[in-house]
């Protein structure tokens, strides 16, 4: 259920227009699997496969063109979270799709 609602909430971001997908193909086009697992190291910290506890979702699975469109709605502080923030404020496009990519290649447990 949590999934679902995390999945929806995301969903919204995406149709709110917090980033422009209309070119998703070229968003993604310089996306790399494994640069995105080795960023991902500090992601896990709080983002465990297996667990959803309190506010922190399991990510593992999730649609890239959403977890993208949550880290440049942190980016842009569209969306309120400060840790969420500090650490988007960080990434480039590159990494953004990278880590959307790898994320979504899980499999959430």
Same mark, same amino acid.
């Given at each position: 259920?949590?999934?679902?609602?995390?999945?929806?909430a995301a969903?919204?971001?995406?149709?709110?227009?917090?980033?422009? /997908?209309? #070119?998703?193909?070229?968003?993604?086009?310089?996306?790399?699997?494994? /640069?995105?697992? /080795?960023?991902a190291?500090? =992601? &896990?910290? =709080? #983002?465990?496969?297996?667990?959803?506890?309190?506010?922190?979702?399991?990510?593992?699975? &999730?649609?890239?063109?959403?977890?993208?469109?949550?880290? #440049?709605?942190?980016?842009?502080?569209?969306?309120?979270?400060? !840790?969420?923030?500090? &650490?988007?404020?960080?990434?480039?496009?590159?990494?953004?799709?990278?880590l959307? !990519? /790898?994320?979504?290649?899980?499999?959430s447990?």
């Open positions: 259920m949590a999934r679902i609602l995390i999945t929806f969903s919204a971001f995406i149709m709110m227009g917090s980033i422009e /997908y209309s #070119h998703a193909d070229d968003f993604f086009k310089n996306a790399d699997i494994a /640069y995105g697992e /080795y960023l190291g500090e =992601c &896990v910290t =709080c #983002h465990r496969s297996g667990s959803s506890e309190g506010s922190i979702p399991n990510i593992a699975g &999730v649609n890239a063109k959403i977890i993208a469109s949550a880290l #440049h709605a942190f980016q842009t502080k569209e969306r309120e979270n400060k !840790v969420m923030q500090l &650490v988007a404020e960080r990434l480039d496009n590159e990494q953004i799709a990278s959307a !990519v /790898y994320f979504a290649s899980l499999t447990d």
